[in-house]
C-alpha cells in the first residue's frame, strides 16, 4: 500500500522560502516518476514540478520556473520542493503524487496520477 505524507508549509511573507518535503512509503520508490501539484481556493489543481524517477530530469510550471527546484532521495523515499521567492499567488495547498507512467501522459494532469498525499498549506502574505 502506498502512502505518501507531504510536510514542510507554512506561512511566509513575500519573497521568502519554503521547502516542502514528501515521504513515501510502499512499493519501488526508485521507479516511480513524482510530481508536486498545488491547488489554489476556488481553483484547479495544477502540476507545478516533476521529476524522473532516477532524478535525472525534471520539469517545471512556467510561472515557478527559476523560483522552484524538484528533487528527490530516492535512499530515504523522499522528494522535496524548495520554493524561494515566494509570492502570494502561490498560496496553496501543496500535494506529491506518483505517475501512473514516466513515458505517456501529460505529467500536468491530475488523472495521470495515481496515489496522493494530504496535502500541506503554503500562505504567502504580501
Known amino acids: 500500500h502506498v502512502r505518501l505524507v507531504e510536510s514542510g508549509g507554512g506561512s511566509v511573507q513575500a519573497g521568502g522560502s519554503l521547502k516542502l518535503s514528501c515521504a513515501f512509503s510502499?512499493?519501488?520508490?526508485?521507479?516511480?516518476?513524482m510530481t508536486w501539484f498545488r491547488e489554489a481556493l476556488g481553483e484547479p489543481r495544477e502540476g507545478v514540478a516533476t521529476i524522473s524517477a532516477d532524478g535525472g530530469a525534471t520539469l517545471y510550471f512556467d510561472s515557478v520556473k527559476g523560483r522552484a527546484t524538484i528533487s528527490r532521495d530516492n535512499a530515504k523515499k523522499m522528494l522535496y520542493l524548495q520554493m524561494n521567492s515566494l509570492k502570494p499567488e502561490d498560496t496553496a495547498m501543496y500535494y506529491c503524487?506518483?505517475?501512473?507512467?514516466?513515458?505517456?501522459?501529460?505529467?500536468?494532469?491530475?488523472?495521470?496520477?495515481?496515489?496522493w498525499g494530504q496535502g500541506t498549506q503554503v500562505t504567502v502574505s504580501s
Open positions: 510502499g512499493y519501488t520508490y526508485s521507479y516511480t516518476c
Open positions: 503524487a506518483t505517475r501512473r507512467s514516466c513515458d505517456r501522459g501529460s505529467w500536468r494532469s491530475p488523472s495521470e496520477h495515481e496515489f
